[in-house]
């Protein structure tokens, strides 16, 4: 596969996992049913505050990264853009990290769906790092 379409797919699955709390931004009821189900039925003010920062930080940080990997496609050095996959690979691991511990500890703060694409990005940047071809 050229890793310059591994960079396009996982800046497509960034952008899908990171689309929940786009959305949460501009629509109120999308963001009271995700404040619901982290803090439950009644939360408080500074629940409130508290996820409105979350979602502000953590979306840009989305943004941040699909610019990263979209601007790496202009390098026109193979081995340079497998490193570049590497590295995106470790970014991509904690950044989907504090999701995976908490599924795993049985109480998802994440839908599965963001989970396991988080894995197949992950997995498409190390297969980048290792198999790409230009």
Do not use: H
Request: aromatic share 16%.
């Amino acid at each position: 596969m050229k890793i310059k379409n591994i960079f396009f797919i996982c800046a497509a699955l960034i952008f899908i996992q990171g689309f929940p709390l786009f959305l949460s931004m501009f629509s109120p009821e999308f963001k009271i049913m995700l404040i619901n189900d982290a803090f439950g039925g009644s939360p408080s003010a500074d629940a409130i505050i508290m996820f409105e920062t979350f979602a502000l930080v953590v979306g840009l940080i989305v943004v941040g990264m699909i610019f990263l990997i979209v601007g790496a496609t202009s390098i026109e050095d193979l081995e340079t853009l497998k490193r570049l996959s590497f590295l995106f690979f470790v970014l991509a691991g904690f950044f989907s990290l504090p999701d995976l511990i908490s599924f795993i500890k049985g109480d998802p703060t994440a839908p599965l769906p963001v989970i396991i694409l988080g894995l197949v990005t992950m997995g498409l940047f190390y297969y980048g790092s290792k198999k790409a071809t230009f």
